[in-house]
DNA sequence: TCAAAATAGTTGCACATGCCACTAATTACA
DNA sequence: TGTAATTAGTGGCATGTGCAACTATTTTGA
């Protein structure tokens, strides 16, 4: 009668927790810390986003957001360019440096995946994925319905 | 051809984050933050453990307990006893404080994995738990192989 | 037996993260 | 058109987390 799901919690926690690691040991050859992995692998999908985008995407604070990227073109892995037709809001772009290390980055993360898919089936990686994605959605749908900014 | 699996990483970061939002935000009111609910949870379960055993069954670093019990102990949730067969460590106990919570306290969790389990079956809601399992279990193992505490 | 190694816990540091208040720029609308 | 509301981004603060160095105690083994 032990509610073992309420520990869907904690193993979301330990992975969460053991993947920052992992990509942190990983990265720190670079520069380049755990916190900021993500936004270089959002960029290497779609270059040139604005904060607000990739806040919006990844759906983390906009000020951690800006932390990161902060952190990111001190390091020289991304620029960024005031939108002309904009000027509160950036273009940021990968540099050259960032492009170099592409296929290391992303190397990183599908490691990790094979180091947490060791022992499953095809059929059950395709599984975790798509239920991950379904809760994650219910995560963020909630999330938005309840960040009731309140009209006067 | 894009490679999708790579944001099992991204999924359970959010799900880990939001997790954490929700958490803090429900248990706000007792004084209780997002870092510590971990460790009542588990104190439900076994009441009496020792910081190192809290944090070999959470797979949380010993300073991190410490300092979470140090705000437990403050707020009035534990108190902490020396062994007197070894006085180095604490066994751990719940106060009456603390139980009187513990429904409320569980409920958390509960709601939050309903609120994860929307449109979900049942059997989809037992994989999601099996195969978290299995990846977190992956992920303990890995880590722990690799804490190599070299011998001289 | 007693010195060295191991263990439980604490503390300081670095960093990631969310929230909030703020600024500058843009958009809406009376 | 001009003021109010909205939006993109920044900076400060609080908290959570891991790591490493430290203390006190216990265990090991020569």
């Known amino acids: 009668m032990i509610d073992q799901r309420n520990t869907i919690t904690r193993w979301v926690s330990l992975l969460y927790r053991y993947g920052q690691m992992y990509i942190g040991e990983r990265l720190k050859g670079h520069g380049i810390g755990k916190g900021q992995h993500i936004f270089l692998n959002a960029l290497y999908k779609e270059d040139g986003l604005s904060q607000e985008e990739l806040s919006s995407y990844l759906k983390i604070d906009k000020g951690t957001t800006a932390k990161a990227l902060k952190k990111l073109e001190a390091q020289g892995y991304v620029l960024r360019q005031v939108r002309k037709e904009d000027k509160r809001s950036y273009r ?3 540099t050259e440096k960032a492009w170099r290390i592409k296929d290391e980055v992303r190397g990183v993360l599908t490691d990790w995946r094979h180091i947490l898919s060791d022992g499953l089936t095809e059929e059950e990686q395709r599984l975790a994925l798509e239920l991950l994605e379904k809760m994650g959605g ?6 938005e319905e309840n960040d009731k900014t309140p009209k006067a």
């Open 138 to 143: 219910n995560a963020a749908r909630f999330n």
């Open 92 to 94: 940021v772009f990968l």
